[in-house]
T-cell receptor, first 113, second 114 residues
Framework: AQTVTQSQPEMSVQEAETVTLSCTYDTSESNYYLFWYKQPPSRQMILVIR??????QNATENRFSVNFQKAAKSFSLKISDSQLGDTAMYFC??????????FGKGTRLHILP | NAGVTQTPKFQVLKTGQSMTLQCAQD?????MYWYRQDPGMGLRLIYYSASEGTTDKGEVPNGYNVSRLNKREFSLRLESAAPSQTSVYFCASSVGLGQQDEQYFGPGTRLTVT
């Protein structure tokens, strides 16, 4: 069965610093999709970034980028120049062919002024 | 587009009462999902519907039932509420299962069972 593990329950960084959130997963599939979702205090979940497993190039969305290591089954999220509005829960998620998405337990990120 | 809408936003029930949480999406998505979120537990899938006319159990289905009323609507019913069902409930939808398309989430329902 597929699993997604986020080993950092909570993190704090100063505003403008760079922070990396870790995620590992386990699967026997060769093609799949990985996602990072953000849940701010307002509770509304929104997609931050996605990665297709067969694409070797790491996805980037403005200040958000991923380090996708397929062999190690690792998918970390890097937030550069962190802002107060980045304070949120971040969920790593995985889906593969014809299957439902699986979420990790989340990392609570605090950006400190 | 309203996206994914959920009603109600808040609800307080007494143990043993029943209620139905409503969810609707206007994005013509095939798949819909119900999650519960508890502190430290992340999102746990209760039930999902891969397509209109089908429903399947997720990780924590006990105490819940669902109905995929049509392509737009997916309701979650608590027949006899228990304090352990106090949680925040999220509905979500996506184009389909196992695809690169993201899931879209509703704003959530905070349910308290006393």
């Amino acid at each position: 069965a597929q699993t997604v593990t986020q080993s950092q329950p909570e993190m704090s960084v100063q505003e403008a610093e760079t922070v990396t959130l870790s995620c590992t997963y386990d699967t026997s599939e060769s093609n799949y999709y990985l996602f990072w979702y953000k849940q701010p205090p307002s509770r509304q979940m929104i997609l931050v970034i996605r990665q297709e497993a067969y694409k070797q190039q790491n996805a980037t969305e403005n200040r958000f980028s991923v380090n996708f290591q397929k062999a190690a089954k690792s998918f970390s999220l890097k937030i550069s120049d962190s802002q107060l509005g980045d304070t949120a829960m971040y969920f790593c998620a995985f889906t593969s062919r014809d299957d439902k998405i699986i979420f990790g337990k989340g990392t609570r990120l605090h950006i400190l002024p | 587009n309203a996206g994914v809408t959920q009603t109600p936003k808040f609800q307080v029930l007494k143990t043993g009462q029943s209620m139905t949480l409503q969810c609707a999406q206007d994005m013509n998505h095939n798949s819909m999902y119900w999650y519960r979120q508890d502190p430290g537990m992340g999102l746990r899938l209760i039930y999902y519907s891969a397509s209109e006319g089908t429903t399947d159990k997720g990780e924590v289905p006990n105490g819940y039932n669902v109905s995929r009323l049509n392509k737009r609507e997916f309701s979650l019913r608590l027949e006899s509420a228990a304090p352990s069902q106090t949680s925040v409930y999220f509905c979500a939808s996506s184009v389909g299962l196992g695809q690169q398309d993201e899931q879209y989430f509703g704003p959530g329902t905070r349910l308290t069972v006393t």
